[in-house]
């Protein structure tokens, strides 16, 4: 995908600081709206599924990664400095 968009959602999450809930989803532009809908259904994934979702670099989607960890709306289950890092949503659906 192109560096705009990765760049409009980098904004997007950077805009506020304030915790992202479920009802926020609908706030946000794609590809990333889907990719938390996607979180949210499976609770757990992996860099590669996020990274497979967003359409963008792997190092692109481990930034937004750390930017949903920092608003509460991920949890890091294994180290995010490993190759394959784990992930789990704080909510269900």
Not at 44 to 52: A, D, G, V, W
Not at 58 to 82: D, G, K, M, V, W
Request: net charge negative; no cysteine; glycine share 2%.
């Amino acid at each position: 995908m192109s560096d705009g968009l990765y760049d409009q959602i980098i904004q997007e999450l950077e805009s506020s600081k304030e915790a992202i809930h479920p009802a926020d989803v609908v706030m946000f532009s794609e590809p990333l709206r889907s990719t938390l809908d996607f979180i949210l259904n499976n609770k757990r994934f992996n860099l590669t599924e996020l990274t497979e979702k967003l359409q963008f670099t792997r190092e692109q989607s481990r930034r937004i990664a750390e930017l949903l960890t920092e608003r509460n709306f991920l949890n890091i289950l294994t180290s995010p400095y490993e190759e394959e890092p784990q992930y789990e949503t704080r909510f269900s659906k």
